[in-house]
Structure formats: structure tokens, C-alpha cells
């Protein structure tokens, strides 16, 4: 699924787009590698170590929107992840809520991330990670899956994503720890 700008947030296709990158098999090594939309170029995913990441919705670009307008743009995006969540708590049972501040808080740092940290900070993704697993047995492998709603600077799209590991996930220590 390629989420385009200015498309409504459609529910099933987003839990279609999950359930599928759940049962996909994930890279055992290699590098992390970005793919796009052929024609476009639009970003449609980044695979590495044990990981997927991929965009499942985005807003418009929000340039020279101010205001209520803005207030009422990001409203709708925290709705799509409200309503996505709730969907997925159905289903999974309930999630967990792990804090991305220790990744921001070092933005820009010369300190790396393990991966898929490093991959959600060099994409921008600093939106904390809604967060279940490890999921139904019926998979070949345990899973996580997590969903953040992320924006890169102030005119760009808000953007929903979902991270597929083959690990669970712990918060990133603070820097101050």
C-alpha cells in the first residue's frame, strides 16, 4: 500500500497493509534499504536487520496552513491513529506506549541508534510508538508491531507509520540516564 497525499485514511486498507507486512518475511541481515514508488518516488518502505517500516497514510503538505487550521489537521490525523489503535486493541488486546524522547533528544548527536531506532530517527518518526506483541501464534515467527504518527518539520505531511520486528522493543535509554 502507497499512501498518497490528500487521499482519505481508509481503515481496512491500513489493517490490510499491517496484516500483510505481519506475515512478510523479514530481512535476517543485510543493510537498511528505502524503496519508493517507481513513478513518483514516494517513500513505500524500509526494510532491514529484523524490521519493516511503512507509511500507511499522509496528510496533505501543510504549507501556509495556520491556526484552527492546522489545529484541525493535526485532530484528524490523531483520529486515524485513534481509530487504527482501537481497531488493533479488538484484536490484540491492549497496547503499550513506548516514549521515542531518548531519540530526540539526541537528534543531531554524533550517538547511534540500534536499529530500527536509527532508521525511525533518519526518517523523522520521533512520534512515540503505539506498541503490541508479541502477536498471535499464527504467524511462523513472534512479531511486534507499532504505530506512530510523525511529522518531519512544520509544512510537511503528517504522516501514520507502522514498524514489523522479528524483536521485541525496549525504550531507547535518556541520554541524562
Known sequence: MTPHADAPFDLPSAVSAIETALSSPLPASGPTTDEGEPLTGEWTSTHGEGFLLLPLWQSETLTGVYGREWNEAEARAESH???LTSHLDAHWGPHRTLSMRAPLLR???????????????????????????PLPPTLPSPRWAALSLNQSDGDAPLILTVLITDHPLTEPQNPAS
Open 81 to 83: 491513529l485513534a481509530a
Open 107 to 133: 537528534r543531531g548527536s554524533d550517538e547511534q541508534f540500534p536499529e530500527p531506532f536509527h532508521t525511525l530517527s533518519a526518517k523523522d518518526c520521533y512520534g512515540d510508538l503505539t506498541l503490541w506483541g
